[in-house]
């Protein structure tokens, strides 16, 4: 059981570039989220996902693009790389919302850095 | 939207007990209080969570008020590996309970020194 898994661990980009990371976690959880965290600051989430094939904005949606295509998997897209992206990005799940606010899983980050 | 409200930096002293307070004016009937750990590079762990009362495990303790517009999150006997940044969340979770607005905030940096 490796819980949350992110891919891949660090990544270096130029700006107006795209790429994807990838979320994986195998607890069978319905609840999945992006998550950025600038130095110093805490947790902001961009997109969440309450199911397989939906998603929804968060706090901070901008620049970035979101699939949950099947349910162990949650995809970040950035389409134009800019500077101000530059963030350490979590992903979490969490096994449903229905009680109360279900203990979120988080993973291991992703360190991405665009110049 | 319950905003939550928590000192930006601790210090102790290894084998203290630590308290963290969390005020939470708006809370709402539904909302559970949680809290977590992040060490630097990781993401965050959940440590403990409640909805009135005391609540107890094997790693802290949550003190929640009647009136629930606070809680304090207490560490007993401290060590170095405790030396981390606790966030306090406020929330029912689920579309309704609005997850789009769930906010960590900058957190309570703790530093445990020897």
């Known amino acids: 059981n490796a819980g949350v898994t992110q891919t891949p661990k660090f990544r270096v980009l130029k700006t107006g570039q795209s790429m994807t990371l990838l979320c994986a976690q195998d607890m069978n959880h319905e609840y999945m989220y992006w998550y950025r965290q600038d130095p110093g600051m805490g947790l902001r989430l961009i997109h969440y996902?309450?199911?397989?094939?939906?998603?929804a904005k968060g706090e901070v949606p901008d620049g970035y693009n979101v699939s949950r295509l099947k349910k162990q998997n949650f995809l970040l897209g950035l389409e134009s790389a800019a500077p101000s992206q530059t963030s350490v990005y979590f992903c979490a799940s969490t096994l449903n919302a229905g009680r109360g606010a279900d203990t979120q899983y988080f993973g291991p980050g992703t360190r991405l850095t665009v110049l | 939207l319950a905003k939550t409200t928590q000192p930006i930096s601790m210090d102790s002293y290894e084998g203290q007990e630590v308290n963290i307070t969390c005020s939470h004016n708006?809370?709402?009937?539904?909302?559970?209080i949680t809290w977590y750990q992040q060490f630097p590079s990781q993401g965050p762990r959940f440590i403990i969570q409640g909805y009135k009362t005391k609540v107890t495990n094997e790693v802290a303790s949550l003190f929640i008020p009647a009136d629930r517009k606070s809680s304090t999150l207490s560490l007993p006997r401290v060590s170095l590996s405790d030396t981390a940044v606790y966030y306090c969340?406020?929330?029912?979770?689920?579309?309704?309970?609005?997850?789009?607005?769930?906010?960590f905030g900058a957190g309570t940096r703790l530093a445990v020194h020897p």
């Open positions: 708006n809370i709402a009937t539904n909302d559970y």
């Open positions: 969340l406020v929330g029912a979770g689920g579309v309704s309970g609005g997850y789009n607005k769930l906010i």
């Open positions: 996902s309450v199911g397989e094939g939906t998603t």
